[in-house]
């Protein structure tokens, strides 16, 4: 059983190869070059914005609300920057373009 979950896994590695190698080449420019903002990502001021934003939340009880959550980077430094027991709410409808 485990043998074809594997075979099923690079069937799938297989067919999607040209969106992988998109991926994987955006993952390495983002290591290349970390300071500048592609797809979802966030610059330096971007991300000193969002951790100000959350030093002004923990005044209220909550909860903190996330408007566009595709890629999830904001979402993850929210997360975790934010006062532990303060609800997160992301709100995305996950489609693109």
């Known amino acids: 059983?485990?043998?074809?979950?594997k075979i099923k896994k690079l069937k799938?590695?297989?067919t999607h190869r040209k969106l992988l190698?998109?991926?994987?080449?955006?993952?390495?420019?983002?290591?290349?070059?970390?300071d500048k903002s592609i797809w979802g990502s966030i610059t330096e001021e971007d991300e000193q914005g969002v951790r100000q934003a959350v030093m002004?939340?923990?005044?209220?009880?909550?909860?903190?609300?996330?408007?566009?959550?595709?890629?999830?980077?904001?979402?993850?430094?929210?997360?975790?920057?934010?006062?532990?027991?303060?609800?997160?709410i992301g709100v995305e409808n996950f489609t693109w373009n």
Do not use: W
């Open 56 to 88: 002004l939340a923990r005044d209220h009880e909550g909860p903190i609300v996330e408007i566009g959550v595709l890629f999830g980077h904001t979402t993850n430094l929210i997360a975790s920057l934010k006062q532990e027991g303060v609800p997160l």
């Open 12 to 14: 799938a590695l297989v």
């Open 21 to 34: 190698r998109n991926v994987v080449s955006s993952y390495l420019f983002c290591l290349k070059d970390p």
């Open 1 to 5: 059983m485990a043998l074809m979950q």
